[in-house]
């Protein structure tokens, strides 16, 4: 009887050191991608500011041979261009994955 109690005991023990273990381990894993995560925010935060500074570039490039208002106005329209262009595509393949 005293093997089988001391078996139940050790079955016990190597069960609750497993969940132990394997907390230990996803909350490493919960950290790593938590800071992975933390860094790519912070890498497509400065990746949209240096494509706001890249069209303020050729906007102001624009300026120096037309009027600043003309080259605003030209940046705008392209801008507005690729949004209809890149919602016409997104519209496409969000109908094509439906079917």
Do not use: N, P, Q, Y
Not at 2 to 17: N, S
């Amino acid at each position: 009887m005293k093997l089988a109690t001391d078996f139940a005991e050790h079955v016990r023990r190597l069960t609750r050191l497993e969940l132990e273990l394997k907390t230990l381990e996803l909350k490493g894993k919960a950290r790593a991608l938590g800071a992975g995560a933390a860094v790519g925010l912070g890498g497509a935060v400065f990746a949209v500011l240096g494509v706001c500074f890249a069209i303020a570039t050729i906007a102001a490039a624009l300026a120096t041979a037309m009027s600043v208002w003309l080259a605003l106005l030209i940046m705008t329209g392209a801008l507005l261009l690729l949004a209809g262009i890149a919602g016409a595509v997104a519209a496409r393949l969000l109908r094509r994955a439906k079917h």
